[in-house]
Each structure stands twice: as C-alpha cells, then as structure tokens.
C-alpha cells in the first residue's frame, strides 16, 4: 500500500512509535480508493467516510478493511454480486456479528467487494457486473467466489478481508493471487448476518498478504464475537507447537510443475511422511457435493417458493417465474438438490461426524497437519474457465476446487498460502489442515514457515503486480 507499511502487523507498528496517526493513516488508504476501475478491482462500491460512526480506540484503529458483499452492514444489505442491494430472493438479515466484532476493534471498512452472483461460483465470472482482474496477471483467473476479497488484498486496496468459503470460496481466491487465505472451524466464527448458499457448509474466513495479519483479525474477530459453546474460545488461548506432517501428494491429479513443486517443499520439511493415496477423499467428496446441492436448493427454493415441476426441463423454472433473476449457476445448482432425494443428504449429515472422528484418527493423531495441494494444475487464464467463452475447459474450471469441498463438509481449519511458482510465475500453493479450533497453531505454523521458506512474512512480495 503506497506511502504505508504493507502489512497490519507493520503498520500497528508504525502507528505504536508515532510515525503514522490513525487519521494519517486511513486518509492514505482511502486516497487509493480515489481511482478505482468498478469492480475490476475488487470493490463494487468505496464507502464514504460520514458513513462510518464507529469509534476508532482498538487495536485495528487506523485499520481499513473490506468484505465480500454478503454481510449485512447497518447501511448497506448484501448485495451478492449482483447490482442492487439484498437481489431477490434474499430475506432480510440481522446485522453481521463478524463485521460488528471488527468495528469494535476499530477497524475501519472500506467498502463491499466483487463476488461470485449468490456466492456460487468458483471463479469470478459474473454476467451481472463483470469480471474482477488478477493484479498478478491480467489475463489469468481470479478464483472464486469471495474474488474481490482476493484481488483487493493483492492490489493492497485493503490490509485483509472477509469472505465465506462453503466449497472453498476463500480459499481459491486466495490460491489464485498468491495469498494466505484461512477456512476456519464450522461455526468458530458465527454467520449470523451472512447471506446464505449452503448452511451446513458455510463458513466465514479471511485473506490477507500474511499469516500474521490473519492471525490479529481472527484474535479480534473471536474475542468480540459470541459463542455458542466454551470449546470455541479456548483454542485462540493457547498455541501448540506444530511439525510433524502429513503430505497427500496426488501425482497423477495434478500437473507436473505443480507436482514437482509440492515434492520439494515437502522435502524441506523437517517431520513428514508423504503419501500417493487419500482413500477416503472420493467419498468425502461425494458427500460435500450431495450437501451442497440440497442444501442451496432448500435455501434459494424455499426462499423464493419455487419448486420444480416433475415434467419441467433443464431450465428448471419457467421464465414467468421469480427464478428469472438468479443466475444460471445457482438454477443449476438448485435443479440438482431439487431432483436429488432427501434421504441422501439427511444420511450424509447423519453420517457427518463419523467421518470427520474417521479422518483424525487416521491422519491428524500421530501428525500434526494434513498437507495437500490447493490447485492441483498451473493456473488457466480466465478464459479457460469462463463458461460460455469459446476457449473453455472443463477440465481446468473442476481442478479449481478439487480438493477443496470434502474439507467443508468435514468441518475443518484449512490454510491456502503459496509454496512456489508455476512456470508462467504464477503462484503454486497448498492447503494446510489442523484439528478443529486449532486456527491459532495453524497460522503460528504458517509464519514460521513461510519465514524460513521466502524470509518476509508478506507472500505478495513473491510474486510480481501490474503497474
């Protein structure tokens, strides 16, 4: 960020010794905003600073912060990635607990980010505002679907931001812009005021430029957040210390580049075993997408009260309906929880925490963390994974979140952050899980690592902007 620190850590430093005031500081970061091009760049709209009523005495004073446009703010409703405020659809919200929580630290929030229409999307397509661009590279994707939580955070627009990840919508964003991006503990950080895709599935988390700025918004978000029960809150007490790991290494999904980069920084490693096999993912898998399905149908049909008819074709709903606002994606989406029969999804959250016991028994209770690729091919270029486009490939929009929808189902911590470079310089990263409510470990792990790997704390530095 020009004439800043990049970092929060480095500016609550520099605001602590008197070099920067707290007014100094955030009339810099909304000068930045002054040009913006739309939601090009991440904001589909900058706030006015009358607008903001919130004391600034906390520890993220002179702090400028913005979200993806799924929270529900006190002068604005999500607008969802789509041009008008709360679309159709969309019942009205409670004020967003997580968004509150960081006004009370003094944060200062900017504006509302680009998103994927309805949070459904794995890239940043979206026919109703545009496209959001990779500051890496203009021509490559921008992961989806909290994009302008990502691009914003990479043009350093903003210090960190907050998304939701339901099948991984933090943390391809993140993957995608060579950032850290944190999928928390189901339920650690509450999604009261969070317009929702799939409930079961969807968690708040955040992106930032380093593990340590994630680190001091998840400590403010959780001290002034409720929760549900003592177990949320004792996890961010106390770090353990992390090192023996467990390293999924799925040579043949992924690309060679991809794969000879995950072998090498496995190999730096000082506790770690690495495996070919993860038998229990393709199931996982299924059961995440089962989930999914019914649980977006359920919320977007029974909001709108639309149901399918038995003889209606694949574009689901007549265009007479309500359902001709919602974008295609979700119809879809909808169309196959609507088909698919209940008792499925009803066994598959029966069975839910059977599989999330099975799986740290068998990976995270002689290790530590459970290590596996975040992306598993060289990142495509936007148009390779926009539908519709005459050079799409299904094959690169699916590598986008092939590993990443079975860890929402199981519940888990997981931490997107780059390992290296493909060979357009693009980032190569990993995903990084823990046990339940152990974020505070995992983002302590995190800097330790990605200190000793690159020697700066801020992974945006590894990787090249456009002017």
């Known amino acids: 960020?020009?004439?800043?620190?990049?970092?929060i850590a480095k500016l609550q430093s520099s605001l602590a010794k008197g070099e920067l005031s707290v007014p100094e500081a955030l009339q810099i970061q909304r000068q930045r905003l002054s040009s913006l091009d739309g939601a090009k760049s991440g904001f589909v709209q900058v706030f006015d600073p009358?607008?903001?009523?919130?004391?600034?005495?906390?520890?993220?004073?002179?702090?400028?912060?913005?979200?993806?446009d799924i929270f529900q703010l006190t002068h604005r409703a999500p607008g969802l990635g789509l041009v008008q405020s709360r679309p159709p659809g969309i019942s009205p919200l409670p004020l967003a607990d997580c968004i509150e929580a960081l006004h009370r630290s003094g944060a200062v929030q900017l504006g509302a980010l680009h998103m994927a229409p309805y949070a459904c999307g794995a890239t940043s397509q979206n026919e109703y505002i545009g496209e959001c661009i990779?500051?890496?590279?203009?021509n490559?994707?921008?992961?989806?679907?909290?994009?302008?939580?990502?691009?914003?955070?990479a043009q350093e627009l903003c210090y960190a931001s907050l998304g939701t990840d339901t099948a991984g919508s933090i943390r391809i964003p993140a993957a995608t812009c060579g950032l850290v991006g944190l999928k928390t503990t189901?339920?650690?950080?509450?999604?009261?005021?969070?317009?929702?895709?799939?409930?079961?599935?969807?968690?708040?988390g955040l992106i930032a430029r380093s593990a340590e700025d994630l680190e001091l918004v998840l400590r403010e978000l959780h001290a002034n957040t409720p929760h549900e029960t003592p177990s949320m809150s004792a996890p961010l007490r106390v770090a353990q210390t992390f090192s023996r790991i467990h390293c999924w290494l799925p040579t043949r999904l992924l690309d060679a580049r991809v794969a000879q980069e995950m072998l090498d920084c496995a190999n730096t490693l000082p506790q770690v075993s690495i495996q070919e096999q993860f038998e229990e993912e393709t199931a996982l898998s299924a059961c995440a997408e089962m989930l999914l399905y019914q649980q977006v149908a359920q919320s977007h049909c029974a909001l709108k009260d639309l149901q399918p008819s038995q003889h209606q074709e694949a574009s689901l709903f007549p265009p007479?309906?309500?359902s001709a606002s919602l974008p295609k994606a979700l119809q879809e989406l909808m169309l196959l929880g609507c088909v698919q029969p209940r008792t499925w999804s009803l066994e598959v959250l029966k069975q839910r925490s059977n599989w999330t016991q099975r799986f740290l028994e068998r990976y995270l209770?002689?290790?530590d963390l459970f290590m596996l690729p975040s992306i598993g091919i060289e990142l495509p270029l936007q148009s390779q994974v926009r539908v519709g486009d005459p050079a799409f490939e299904p094959r690169k929009l699916l590598a986008l979140h092939r590993f990443m929808a079975f860890v929402n189902y199981l519940g888990l911590p997981s931490l997107s952050l780059p390992i290296g470079a493909d060979s357009q310089g693009m980032p190569i990263s990993v995903q990084v899980i823990c046990r339940p409510y152990q974020e505070l470990s995992l983002l302590r792990w995190a800097q330790s690592f990605i200190g000793a790997r690159f020697g700066s704390q801020n992974v945006r530095q590894l990787f090249p902007i456009l002017s």
């Open 1 to 7: 960020m020009s004439e800043l620190p990049s970092t």
């Open 50 to 68: 009358s607008e903001d009523k919130y004391p600034t005495a906390g520890s993220l004073s002179g702090i400028g912060l913005a979200h993806k």
């Open 134 to 138: 990779n500051p890496l590279e203009a």
């Open 140 to 153: 490559r994707v921008v992961g989806g679907s909290s994009s302008g939580s990502a691009v914003a955070v």
């Open 186 to 204: 189901m339920g650690l950080l509450p999604t009261k005021g969070v317009a929702p895709l799939a409930p079961h599935l969807d968690t708040v």
């Open 320 to 322: 007479t309906s309500q």
């Open 365 to 367: 209770t002689s290790h």
